[in-house]
């Protein structure tokens, strides 16, 4: 093996990172999911501050890393780091020995731990690696209502259907019933429509791709979720929207049809939303680690990986507990144990 092989997970609070280098050899390390890394000021003098930190590390890669003193509001650049010493680019502030302080690589947390691990500084590239990722990014962004709302495009006479949902409820007998809040924001609904067999029977116009057109530019679209009638069996009107929407610039566009091959349209069209509604969030994500590194993978729902280029964020909404019941799956059944629990805590939520 000539490559390093980097496994990490990615929670609201840390990321860990378990890596084996191309001798073999298996290293570790943990970091605050926010990409800083945190430490105390023993001493200071002039640009020189000697600190303590338990960060496992002594060589000088921290160079460019912006340094921060949050309680002196002090802001600065990481010279060098020798010996427990960070060199800063500028004079410190007085008073600050005993005060914490933070440094950050200014990338996402699975870099910060990727170049820990393989003692990669700012101005240098990885070494060539494999990595395998899970994370809640999407999950967190879901159940803290920090998404990217979509607007909707659909099949006439269904533009209330995701407000309506499947008329479960929580509380059958309550007389005050809270619905949440929709993901999506505007609805457009085009006059089309395609039956049970996938057969056209009423065509996408003209007059409806100009109205699609016109909705964008009105509403300043950048994110757009498509769902329409028995798209399962034909996605030709959807294609159509999407090419549609391309035109007019829109970055987003998600296609139920491109999502799920089930025949349920309440549950395929909540699928195109909530997708939406992450897309942009966890492909900000993404593209800011699969610049930098090899080839990247990514634990799903299923408990599987996919390659980036495939993957869609409504697949890592379960990815952390589904990878947990793998992994204790081949657990137990090592162990010879058959019946097993698993639990699953994070800093966001529980599983």
Not at 127 to 133: A, C, G, I
Not at 218 to 241: D, F, G
Not at 324 to 331: E, N
């Amino acid at each position: 093996m000539n490559h390093w092989q980097i496994w990490i997970d990615t929670g609201g609070t840390f990321t860990d990172c378990l890596a084996r280098d191309p001798q073999g050899k298996l290293h570790r390390t943990k970091v605050l999911s926010s990409s800083k890394l945190r430490g105390k000021i023993e001493s200071a003098d002039q640009k020189l501050a000697r600190i303590s930190h338990g960060w496992g590390m002594q060589k000088d890669i921290f160079g460019g890393y912006e340094f921060r003193i949050p309680e002196a509001g002090f802001r600065s650049e990481v010279v060098s780091f020798k010996n427990d010493r960070l060199e800063i680019k500028d004079p410190l502030p007085g008073d600050i020995v005993g005060k914490d302080f933070q440094i950050s690589s200014g990338e996402e947390a699975p870099l910060l731990a990727a170049r820990l691990i393989t003692r990669t500084p700012l101005d240098q590239k990885f070494p060539e690696l494999k990595m395998r990722l899970g994370t809640t990014k999407g999950t967190n962004a879901l159940l803290e209502h920090k998404g990217d709302t979509p607007a909707l495009i659909i099949t006439n006479g269904f533009a209330d259907l995701p407000l309506i949902g499947n008329q479960q409820r929580p509380d059958l007998f309550a007389l005050n019933i809270q619905k949440p809040e929709p993901l999506h924001k505007e609805v457009l609904e085009v006059d089309e429509r395609i039956d049970e067999k996938g057969e056209v029977l009423q065509s996408i116009g003209d007059n409806d791709l100009d109205a699609i057109r016109q909705f964008c530019e009105k509403n300043e679209l950048s994110n757009v979720a498509i769902a329409t009638l028995h798209s399962y069996k034909n996605p030709e009107h959807e294609q159509r929207i999407a090419k549609a929407l391309e035109e007019k610039g829109v970055k987003y566009i998600t296609q139920s049809a491109e999502l799920s091959s089930q025949i349920k349209f309440q549950q395929r069209t909540e699928t195109a939303i909530v997708n939406a509604y992450l897309l942009p969030v966890l492909d900000a994500y993404l593209d800011n680690i699969r610049g930098k590194i090899g080839k990247l993978k990514i634990m799903t729902s299923a408990g599987g990986l996919s390659p980036d280029h495939l993957f869609q964020p409504k697949d890592s909404l379960f990815s952390g507990p589904a990878g947990g019941v793998v992994a204790a799956s081949y657990i137990s059944r090592q162990t010879g144990i058959d019946n097993i629990i698993t639990f699953d805590m994070g800093g966001t939520s529980s599983d």
